[in-house]
């Protein structure tokens, strides 16, 4: 008989700096609230808790003990990444207590971190020592919050971010629920706490192609963009041509949307079996930073390269991806001619790229590129492509 991850323990951990919350009038305390709610939501059940000291222990309760109850019952670490977190004695306990857990059983990694604030930390993360904090959290994948720090939780942009990070949550869960359990080092299983992550790290150490579609949104059927998703996969299609293909338009439009579902279908012919790496660029307009980001994602260690300069950048990209059926999806990203430039340079090793951007218009002079312009749909398609297909109400007879 096969064992899986028990479907009734769904918690994590969220680790953060009480100093943040503080500063900013509770708002990582709003934060936990409203992705606890929002993971709830999609997993269509009220069993998953995200755990917050403030909110889950009480005045009276053995603090530390307490602390040390929920982390052992969490299967999934969420640190609020800001510099005051790299000061607190807790929270680097908390995290190598998950790093821990992770060598330990070879259950993958465990962690998945939300970058609040610009930190020193992980922007120097290689000048310190390999078994640091600040080395190990910088080889995570992140959800990046930083852009909407000062935005209310219930604006447009920050409700869309929150939405992608409880549907990377619950990716996590769902495959979690349906992975066998493997037998630890002794030979004895492992515990329920022990989760692998979509990204887990097979015996040796190395990473596995990157599939991040899980990043960007939940599977919506399309209505109404037919046009629209037909030019994209065609463009993306290596039988006909590929080329970069940019969507392009107000915000809120369904441009992440409709770049997720062509995506999907792509990968779903076949296309893209070396990796399909998403890099969230909102609020990160350095070309440089946001190409480190994306080749990231295809090293074996997840290992930002060295090179900062174009040249040395374009020798990393054809390193990893040369050769082989890769796609990079840079949501959100403002395009200058800077960064026009360097995705030419990118595309050029071969692998796949699509863009979703407020405006294309640095793309004109790439050969290379196309532009998919989206405009404001008839309301009835609207509500087509914005509402879950299992809401909407049957059509009269």
């Known amino acids: 008989m096969v064992n899986t991850v028990p479907v009734s323990q769904r918690t994590a951990f969220m680790s953060y700096a009480h100093m943040n919350d503080r500063h900013d009038n509770n708002y990582l305390s709003r934060f936990r609230d409203r992705l606890e709610g929002e993971v709830r939501v999609q997993l269509g059940k009220n ?95 992140f ?94 299609d290596p039988a006909g ?45 350095n070309p440089p930073t946001i190409l480190r980001d994306a080749l990231a994602r295809f090293d074996s260690q997840r290992r930002p390269p060295v090179a900062t300069d174009a040249e040395g950048l374009f020798a990393e990209g054809r390193r990893l991806l040369a050769g082989k059926d890769t796609a990079i999806i840079f949501d959100d990203l403002e395009l200058s001619q800077d960064m026009a430039r360097m995705l030419e340079l990118l595309y050029s090793t071969g692998v796949a790229i699509l863009i979703t951007s407020l405006n294309g218009r640095a793309l004109a002079s790439v050969a290379s590129a196309i532009r998919v312009k989206l405009t404001p749909m008839l309301p009835n398609d609207g509500m087509d492509f914005f509402t879950d297909p299992n809401e909407r109400r049957p059509p009269h007879a």
């Open 47 to 141: 069993d998953f808790h995200l755990f917050q000291d403030r909110t889950h222990i009480t005045t009276g309760q053995q603090w530390a003990e307490r602390i040390a109850h929920y982390l052992s019952q969490s299967a999934i670490f969420v640190p609020i990444l800001a510099p005051h977190y790299f000061e607190s004695r807790w929270c680097r306990k908390e995290f190598h207590y998950f790093w821990n857990r992770e060598q330990n059983t070879g259950s993958g990694h465990l962690v998945f971190p939300v970058h609040y604030m610009n930190c020193i930390q992980i922007a120097a993360s290689q000048q310190y020592p390999e078994d640091s904090m600040e080395y190990r959290l910088a080889k995570y994948e």
């Open 143 to 236: 959800a990046d919050w930083r852009a909407l720090r000062h935005f209310g939780l219930r604006t447009l942009p920050a409700k869309r971010r929150l939405e992608m990070v409880a549907s990377h949550i619950v990716g996590m869960f769902e495959r979690l629920e349906s992975t066998p359990l493997r037998s630890g080092g002794n030979g004895s299983s492992k515990s329920s706490n022990d989760f692998a992550d979509p990204m887990a790290t097979p015996p040796g150490g190395q990473f596995g192609p990157p599939f991040d579609l899980r990043m960007l949104a939940r599977e919506y059927r399309l209505h109404g963009r037919s046009n629209e998703l037909g030019r994209v996969m065609e463009n993306l």
């Open 241 to 285: 041509g590929r080329r970069i293909v940019c969507i392009e338009g107000e915000p809120g439009i369904g441009k992440t949307l409709l770049a997720t579902e062509a995506m999907r279908l792509l990968r779903m012919d076949g296309n893209f079996q070396d990796g399909i790496a998403v890099v969230l660029c909102s609020g990160t307009g």
